[in-house]
């Protein structure tokens, strides 16, 4: 046996997901799958995704609003927000509305999509503490602080004041 074959078969080997990958891209879109997977965990009894409950929580906020304001809030593109709708749209959580700009489609809550929230939100909550509990406030501080420092490096606009994603 050589000795490059033997050292690699003498060290302990760690799985691949027992570190960090050295693409930034790779780690953040694990983390994202987790942290995904801890909120639509909590939601599943509530019968909504993190995706939907951030859209119907924005609807509660803003009203009726057009596709293309609710699409700037959320951060989404208009294409992906309109898939997320034609959703909602379907089990009547969300309505047509009217438009301040008649070029625009308006969207808004419907009592359904009210309930929806009223049912989902405590289960938000307890994600949100779940979080919190594993990361420290200090660490849910610099998640946020990342976020918005790697949407500076994409070019996006986040100073949006009024945008908020669920609670």
């Known amino acids: 046996m ?9 060290r302990t080997k760690k799985k691949p997901t027992d570190q960090p990958s050295a693409c930034s891209c790779v780690n953040l879109r694990r983390a994202s799958r987790a942290i995904t997977k801890v909120y639509d965990d909590a939601l599943h009894a509530a019968g909504l995704k993190v ?3 951030s859209v119907l929580v924005n609807l509660s906020r803003a009203g009726a609003v057009s596709v293309s304001e ?12 309109v898939r997320n709708l034609k959703a909602l749209e379907r089990a009547g959580m969300v309505e047509g509305a009217p438009s301040s700009d008649p070029r ?3 969207v808004s809550l419907s009592e359904a999509g009210r309930a929806a929230v009223a049912q989902a939100r405590p289960r938000w909550i307890e994600a949100q503490r779940l979080i919190e509990a594993r990361l420290g406030a200090d660490g849910v501080r610099q ?3 990342l976020a918005l420092a790697l949407e500076g490096i994409a070019g996006r606009d986040v100073a949006g004041a009024d945008s908020v994603e669920s609670e």
């Open 70 to 81: 609710l699409a700037r809030r959320l951060r989404l593109d208009r294409t992906t927000l």
């Open 2 to 10: 050589d000795a490059l074959t033997q050292s690699t078969t003498t």
């Open 143 to 145: 998640l946020g602080e």
């Open 51 to 53: 995706t939907q409950y």
């Open 104 to 106: 625009e489609r308006g």
